[in-house]
């Protein structure tokens, strides 16, 4: 259970300063209460009135008769300090803090007012929402404890805001289109409860199927990118966030006291995190009716039936200029369609079936393309009609659509087009439980949200190349280098001293020679041969190319014109290469230049940047954006998506750039900067793409000094490669003990084929089928802040990877408590392998200071029972569930915990 539960099920409640006076944050809390269906006791506190709003009020927080679960306190700011404290002392936990201006306070031992305040909450043990907070409310239970204008209706959708005002609107939006909250909550200044706790809250809430977020920014980007990725997987969730431009961040955090960050990198974070993000008020609401009203898509293909042809065209344009797909209607629909309408039809999908079409025809023609299999949403189009009016055809589609309520659940989207004779229609397909839009971009618009968030989280889940043929890692190696070098004086590096640590992880680099002229260029190029890069005293770009079997390397105009020279003192038989065309032999090179850098943000910390090459460079538009740690499906990920947004010019050059080749190297880029936190920024430009090599011309590296591993200055922990462990088996064999990779997907697809039924069976308490690459992905693509895997990998003659076993653990948010579960091939049992992994797991949970681990077994399973047992756990039959419990406490587990 997460402690925050408590939060947001309150038995019982206290409003500080609740007043009688109609204009009061205290008088509105209370009216807001009262008038919900709350079922608790609501105990007013006011040192003034005998009652407030009708309810006997208590002289002080003292005089209550009972503590209460929650306290929301309406008082200014100035006495928030010690009402907090005598909460305290009385034992509540939970506090809503309405009050704004509370940082500002007069500082106490040298602490602002929100550092008092979250002193005083760590000493007393309270969790608090706000300061600058609108409230909450949870329709579910009645409970409005806010001091909005309005009552939330009940729905399956949460609302979290940063915003008080943004938080109203959307209620009122809400309201009037009669959609409702799972939890409306304004978290304010966050200077406790924030968006991360929420959200794990939220992801096993089972009364909310989607969440809708308002960011202004936030503070703890380890936690916040755990609970996101976590939620995410469970649920839709749609952000949207203010402070996208310099002049909007410097308001955000004059109005908000938290820094808003680089856009362009919380752009990058919440798109790692698999959560989308849309741009405008208007997305957010047409993303909040679509989310109420429809389940998840299967497929990606729209059909359009509209009595209005150029509607249908409209939204034909916006489908596809966002990159969505037209379903292909089979022979038989067509067919159907063809008997049903006008010999004039438009034969095709968008399907119009005329101006002149009563609402029956309507009907019929939507009941025959809800039985098609090739289509996965349908968008419905009506247009203002003289045959009948729009609420006879909203009643007609609204019959014909519940007809099908048992058959192939196919997602449906109605655009009512005009405005007076539209209304009544509206709320009759929105009453049904149809989302309904004011046109046909807004509902098209809708629909392309659902399938940029499912192609995003296809994307993240795409299993990665494994690349251990391609590149080499040395950790301690390159911290070595890097510390000499920050030791002799050396903290900004160019490319000559760089070298050695980029040749560490498998990185080509061109060595550079200065030169003045071309008889330099021609001396150098004859002493040591090609490839080299004569850098000359002017700006340059360096190309690289192969003419008649010579390497080539080509600078900027000027400077092909030197090196051309050098080549032709060098290599008389050439000469033809002057009488080309410079810029011909530029394209001759097939070559692109690239830029790759390395930044650290003030929010997310290490951030990485790739786009075109050049000398001037504005990292929040001419470069793609990513999160490290990547893979090479993340790194494909992140190069797709600048081509496509323009940052990389793909067809620059005359051969097309290699993605594999590239996505590689910036793999083997982001686990350099992992493994050697001394790099503190890094910038290489060019970086230079030709055929299937990617080389580094020129490098400038920041070095720092640092301690530790430097993981937790990273959003996402990377993998823990000081967690593998070499073990020798009793049957002589040698396996790795290791943390779980994405790349290790198709391995465990094996291991998983490899298990008998009856190990399966008491893997996953029942008969289990083939399991999916979704399901795959989730077991192999880990967070490792919140989830580990330790596997046991073996090599054989042939160099191939085999999985024998597993141990998994997943740890609530607190790290309070962890479930583990293992499996052991069925040939291996019996060499000590589920023992040593057990102990690993155990070993783990104890370092990272874990409180309780559990886990459930089958009766039958003597194996695991007997080896728990051994291990120290608490055993337990539960014969009414029939399962067996076992408990281990970690915390005072005493065992000598061999290997």
Same mark, same amino acid.
């Given at each position: 259970?997460?402690? @925050?539960?408590?939060?947001?099920?309150?038995?019982?409640?206290?409003?500080?300063?609740?007043?009688?006076?109609?204009?009061?944050?205290?008088?509105?809390?209370?009216?807001?209460?009262?008038?919900?269906?709350?079922?608790?006791?609501?105990?007013?506190? !006011? $040192?003034?009135?005998?009652?407030?709003?009708?309810?006997?009020?208590?002289?002080?927080?003292?005089?209550?008769?009972?503590?209460?679960?929650?306290?929301?306190?309406?008082? !200014?700011?100035?006495?928030?300090?010690?009402?907090?404290?005598?909460?305290?002392?009385?034992?509540?936990? *939970?506090?809503?803090?309405?009050?704004?201006?509370?940082? *500002?306070? &007069?500082?106490?031992?040298?602490?602002?007012?929100?550092?008092?305040?979250?002193? @005083?909450?760590?000493?007393?043990?309270?969790?608090?929402?706000?300061?600058?907070?609108?409230?909450?409310?949870?329709?579910?239970?009645?409970?409005?404890?806010?001091?909005?204008?309005?009552?939330?209706?009940?729905?399956?959708?949460?609302?979290?805001?940063?915003?008080?005002?943004?938080?109203?609107?959307?209620?009122?939006?809400?309201?009037?289109?009669?959609?409702?909250?799972?939890?409306?909550?304004?978290?304010?200044?966050? @200077?406790?409860?924030?968006?991360?706790?929420?959200?794990?809250?939220?992801?096993?809430?089972?009364?909310?199927?989607?969440?809708?977020? /308002?960011?202004?920014?936030?503070?703890?980007?380890?936690?916040?990118?755990?609970?996101?990725?976590?939620?995410?997987?469970?649920?839709?969730?749609?952000?949207?966030?203010?402070?996208?431009?310099?002049?909007? +961040?410097?308001?955000?955090?004059?109005?908000?006291?938290?820094?808003?960050?680089?856009?362009?990198? /919380?752009?990058?974070?919440?798109?790692?995190?698999?959560?989308?993000?849309?741009?405008?008020?208007?997305?957010?609401?047409?993303?909040?009716?679509?989310?109420?009203?429809?389940?998840?898509?299967?497929?990606? =293909?729209? &059909?359009?039936?509209?009595?209005?042809? +150029?509607?249908?065209?409209?939204?034909?344009?916006?489908?596809?200029? =966002?990159?969505?797909?037209?379903?292909?209607?089979?022979?038989?629909?067509?067919?159907?369609?063809?008997?049903?309408?006008?010999?004039?039809?438009?034969?095709?999908?968008?399907?119009?079936?005329?101006?002149?079409?009563?609402?029956?025809?309507?009907?019929?023609?939507?009941?025959?393309?809800?039985?098609?299999?090739?289509?996965?949403?349908?968008?419905?189009?009506?247009?203002?009609?003289?045959?009948?009016?729009?609420?006879?055809?909203?009643?007609?589609?609204?019959?014909?659509?519940?007809?099908?309520?048992?058959?192939?659940?196919?997602?449906?989207?109605?655009?009512?087009?005009?405005?007076?004779?539209?209304?009544?229609?509206?709320?009759?397909?929105?009453?049904?439980?149809?989302?309904?839009?004011?046109?046909?971009?807004?509902?098209?618009? +809708?629909?392309?949200?659902?399938?940029? /968030?499912? =192609?995003?989280?296809?994307?993240?889940?795409?299993?990665?190349?494994?690349?251990?043929?391609?590149?080499?890692?040395?950790?301690?190696?390159?911290?070595?280098?890097?510390?000499?070098?920050?030791?002799?004086?050396?903290?900004?590096?160019?490319?000559?001293?760089?070298? $050695?640590?980029?040749?560490?992880?498998?990185?080509?680099?061109?060595?550079?020679?200065?030169?003045?002229? $071309?008889?330099?260029?021609?001396? %150098? +190029?004859?002493?040591?041969?090609?490839?080299?890069?004569?850098?000359?005293?002017?700006?340059?770009? #360096?190309?690289?190319?192969?003419?008649?079997?010579?390497?080539?390397?080509?600078?900027?105009?000027?400077?092909?014109?030197?090196?051309?020279?050098?080549?032709?003192?060098?290599?008389?038989?050439?000469?033809?290469?002057?009488?080309?065309?410079?810029?011909?032999?530029?394209?001759?090179?097939?070559?692109?230049?690239?830029?790759?850098?390395?930044? !650290?943000?003030?929010?997310?910390?290490?951030?990485?940047?790739?786009?075109?090459?050049?000398?001037?460079?504005? %990292?929040?538009?001419?470069?793609?954006?990513?999160?490290? $740690?990547?893979?090479?499906?993340?790194?494909? /990920?992140?190069?797709?998506?600048?081509?496509?947004?323009?940052?990389?010019?793909?067809?620059?050059?005359?051969?097309?750039?290699?993605?594999?080749?590239?996505?590689?190297?910036?793999?083997?880029?982001?686990?350099?900067?992992?493994?050697?936190?001394?790099?503190?920024?890094?910038? @290489?430009?060019?970086?230079?793409?030709?055929?299937?090599?990617?080389?580094?011309?020129?490098?400038?590296? *920041?070095?720092?000094?640092?301690?530790?591993?430097?993981?937790?200055?990273?959003?996402?922990?990377?993998?823990?490669?000081?967690?593998?462990?070499?073990?020798?088996?009793?049957?002589?064999?040698?396996?790795?003990?290791?943390?779980?990779?994405?790349?290790?997907?198709?391995?465990?697809?094996?291991?998983?084929?490899?298990?008998?039924?009856?190990?399966?069976?008491?893997?996953?308490?029942?008969?289990?089928?083939?399991?999916?690459?979704?399901?795959?992905?989730?077991?192999?693509? #880990?967070?490792?802040?919140?989830?580990?895997?330790?596997?046991?990998?073996?090599?054989?003659?042939?160099?191939?990877?085999?999985?024998?076993?597993?141990?998994?653990?997943?740890?609530?948010?607190?790290?309070?408590?962890?479930?583990?579960?293992?499996?052991?091939?069925?040939?291996?049992?019996?060499?000590?392998?589920?023992?040593? %992994?057990?102990?690993?797991?155990?070993?783990?949970?104890?370092?990272?200071?874990?409180?309780?681990?559990?886990?459930?077994?089958?009766?039958?399973?003597?194996?695991?029972?007997?080896?728990?047992?051994?291990?120290?756990?608490?055993?337990?039959?539960?014969?009414?569930?029939?399962?067996?419990?076992?408990?281990?406490?970690?915390?005072?587990? *005493?065992?000598?915990?061999?290997?």
């Amino acid at each position: 259970m997460n402690p @925050i539960n408590r939060f947001f099920t309150p038995k019982s409640i206290a409003v500080i300063g609740a007043s009688n006076s109609s204009h009061r944050a205290g008088n509105l809390i209370m009216r807001n209460l009262l008038q919900g269906d709350f079922s608790g006791p609501i105990m007013p506190v !006011n $040192p003034k009135h005998q009652s407030v709003c009708g309810v006997l009020a208590y002289k002080s927080i003292n005089n209550l008769p009972q503590v209460p679960d929650l306290a929301v306190v309406a008082i !200014n700011a100035s006495h928030t300090i010690n009402v907090l404290t005598e909460l305290g002392k009385l034992g509540c936990q *939970q506090v809503i803090l309405l009050a704004a201006g509370i940082d *500002q306070l &007069a500082k106490a031992n040298e602490q602002s007012g929100n550092e008092q305040v979250k002193a @005083i909450a760590k000493q007393y043990g309270i969790r608090i929402l706000g300061g600058s907070s609108l409230g909450m409310q949870i329709p579910h239970l009645g409970l409005n404890a806010s001091f909005a204008h309005q009552q939330a209706q009940s729905g399956k959708i949460a609302f979290i805001s940063q915003s008080s005002s943004v938080a109203t609107t959307v209620l009122d939006w809400a309201n009037h289109k009669n959609m409702g909250f799972s939890y409306f909550v304004s978290v304010g200044e966050t @200077i406790d409860l924030s968006f991360n706790e929420i959200l794990d809250f939220l992801s096993r809430d089972p009364k909310t199927q989607a969440i809708l977020l /308002y960011i202004d920014g936030i503070k703890d980007h380890r936690h916040f990118m755990s609970a996101a990725r976590t939620a995410a997987r469970a649920k839709p969730i749609i952000v949207i966030k203010s402070g996208s431009t310099s002049e909007g +961040a410097i308001s955000v955090s004059h109005h908000t006291g938290v820094v808003a960050g680089c856009d362009a990198v /919380y752009d990058a974070a919440f798109r790692r995190a698999g959560m989308l993000r849309v741009n405008h008020l208007r997305e957010l609401f047409a993303a909040f009716e679509t989310l109420a009203h429809t389940k998840p898509l299967s497929g990606e =293909r729209l &059909a359009i039936v509209t009595n209005g042809g +150029a509607p249908g065209i409209m939204a034909v344009d916006t489908l596809i200029s =966002r990159g969505g797909k037209l379903a292909n209607l089979e022979t038989d629909i067509m067919t159907q369609l063809s008997a049903l309408l006008p010999t004039h039809w438009s034969q095709a999908n968008p399907v119009d079936i005329a101006g002149d079409a009563s609402p029956e025809r309507f009907a019929k023609a939507l009941s025959i393309l809800l039985d098609s299999k090739e289509i996965d949403t349908l968008l419905v189009i009506h247009s203002p009609s003289a045959v009948a009016c729009g609420e006879e055809f909203a009643q007609a589609i609204i019959k014909s659509i519940n007809q099908h309520a048992r058959g192939r659940q196919i997602n449906i989207l109605t655009n009512w087009m005009g405005e007076g004779s539209a209304h009544q229609a509206r709320k009759m397909i929105r009453k049904a439980g149809i989302p309904t839009f004011r046109t046909p971009d807004g509902a098209v618009g +809708a629909f392309m949200h659902m399938v940029e /968030y499912r =192609r995003n989280q296809r994307l993240l889940q795409e299993t990665p190349k494994s690349i251990s043929r391609h590149y080499q890692t040395a950790p301690d190696e390159a911290r070595k280098i890097a510390q000499e070098l920050i030791a002799s004086g050396h903290t900004n590096i160019d490319l000559n001293k760089a070298a $050695p640590l980029l040749n560490l992880y498998g990185l080509n680099t061109l060595t550079t020679y200065h030169v003045d002229s $071309p008889e330099q260029a021609a001396s %150098l +190029a004859t002493k040591i041969g090609y490839p080299v890069a004569l850098k000359l005293s002017a700006p340059m770009l #360096i190309h690289k190319a192969s003419i008649d079997g010579i390497k080539l390397n080509l600078m900027n105009d000027e400077a092909v014109k030197f090196h051309a020279q050098a080549m032709l003192d060098a290599q008389s038989e050439n000469k033809h290469i002057n009488g080309l065309n410079l810029q011909q032999m530029a394209n001759t090179a097939g070559t692109q230049e690239l830029r790759f850098a390395m930044h !650290n943000d003030a929010i997310f910390g290490p951030v990485l940047y790739i786009g075109e090459g050049g000398s001037s460079w504005n %990292l929040t538009q001419d470069a793609a954006v990513a999160l490290p $740690p990547l893979n090479t499906a993340l790194a494909r /990920y992140l190069i797709i998506g600048a081509i496509k947004s323009g940052k990389i010019k793909a067809h620059r050059a005359l051969t097309e750039l290699d993605i594999n080749v590239l996505s590689i190297t910036i793999t083997q880029l982001s686990y350099l900067i992992i493994d050697c936190p001394e790099i503190a920024s890094l910038d @290489i430009n060019p970086l230079l793409m030709q055929d299937d090599l990617a080389t580094i011309l020129d490098v400038n590296i *920041q070095l720092q000094h640092c301690d530790d591993n430097g993981a937790e200055r990273l959003a996402i922990r990377p993998y823990p490669r000081e967690l593998e462990e070499l073990i020798t088996l009793k049957d002589g064999r040698e396996v790795l003990l290791r943390p779980i990779k994405a790349e290790d997907e198709q391995s465990h697809f094996e291991f998983n084929d490899s298990l008998s039924k009856e190990d399966r069976y008491k893997r996953f308490f029942g008969e289990v089928g083939q399991l999916s690459h979704e399901q795959m992905a989730k077991m192999t693509q #880990i967070d490792f802040d919140r989830e580990m895997a330790f596997i046991a990998s073996y090599r054989d003659e042939n160099e191939k990877f085999h999985t024998l076993g597993v141990v998994r653990a997943i740890t609530d948010a607190e790290n309070q408590e962890t479930e583990f579960a293992v499996v052991i091939r069925g040939d291996i049992q019996g060499q000590g392998l589920g023992k040593l %992994l057990m102990l690993k797991m155990i070993n783990y949970c104890k370092q990272r200071n874990t409180h309780i681990m559990t886990g459930l077994t089958l009766p039958q399973n003597a194996g695991m029972i007997n080896l728990s047992r051994k291990l120290g756990f608490k055993v337990k039959f539960d014969i009414e569930e029939g399962w067996v419990d076992m408990r281990l406490d970690l915390q005072s587990y *005493q065992r000598p915990l061999e290997k």
